[in-house]
């Protein structure tokens, strides 16, 4: 199993351009999410998803969309790069319900200039 | 509202001393409560559990619901100690919110 992967690994954009973060895995995993780690903030939980075609917020959703069409893929979409988007993007799965451990993907360096 | 409070951004200690890392939550109802560790260049992976009540690479840590509190203790630490660590908090079995604490750098001097 590969377990969780990210990609790309290392990206920089200019402020208002979009992108997305893909991130897959292959454990069949029920939960996915995404955080951003910033120094000072630890991590922050972005958007979570409790299986495909659910998703939901967390703490902070602005300026980030996610899907989740299929039980591997969960992909978080920058509509409009900013600044203070800069940040390293964690994703991570787990099981599901009663399942606590989360499994962490290598992370994207995302730089906004 | 569900948080984790890590008040030490770094801690820094001589090898042998002991450690602990301080955790606190705020949480109305039973919480899970978990330790994770990030290595230099690693992924961030679980390190213990509270419900699991088990010792990892020799940290142990006790939930205490009347401080709210979940500190991770080490007796004696070593070099290889040295990473990142955040505490971390499920609310609610529902929902699959984990919700992570700031984090603190622990740095073991030779």
């Known amino acids: 199993n590969a377990g969780v992967t990210q990609t790309p690994k290392f990206q920089v954009l200019k402020t208002g351009q979009s992108m997305t973060l893909q991130c897959a895995q292959d454990?069949?995993?029920?939960?996915m999410s995404w955080y951003r780690q910033d120094p000072g903030m630890g991590l922050r939980l972005i958007h979570y998803?409790?299986?495909?075609?659910?998703?939901d917020q967390g703490e902070v959703p602005n300026g980030y969309n996610v899907s989740r069409s299929t039980t591997e893929d969960f992909p978080l979409r920058l509509l409009s790069a900013a600044p203070s988007q800069t940040s390293v993007y964690f994703c991570a799965s787990r099981r599901g319900q009663g399942s606590y451990e989360q499994y962490f993907g290598p992370g994207t360096r995302l730089t906004v200039t | 509202a569900q948080r984790v409070t890590q008040p030490e951004k770094l801690l820094s200690v001589f090898k042998g001393a002991p450690v602990e890392l301080k955790c606190n939550y705020s949480?109305?109802?039973?919480?899970?409560l978990f330790w994770y560790v990030q290595y230099s260049r690693q992924r961030l992976q679980l390190l213990l559990r509270?419900?699991s009540r088990e010792s990892i690479k020799g940290f142990t840590a006790d939930l205490n619901k009347g401080e709210t509190s979940f500190h991770l203790k080490k007796p004696f630490a070593q070099e290889e100690d040295s990473a990142m660590y955040y505490c971390a908090l499920v609310g609610s079995s529902n929902t699959g919110k984990l919700i992570f604490g700031q984090g603190t750098t622990l740095q073991v001097k030779p």
């Open positions: 998803s409790v299986g495909a075609g659910i998703t």
């Open positions: 454990m069949n995993h029920e939960y």
């Open positions: 509270h419900i």
């Open positions: 949480y109305s109802g039973s919480p899970e």
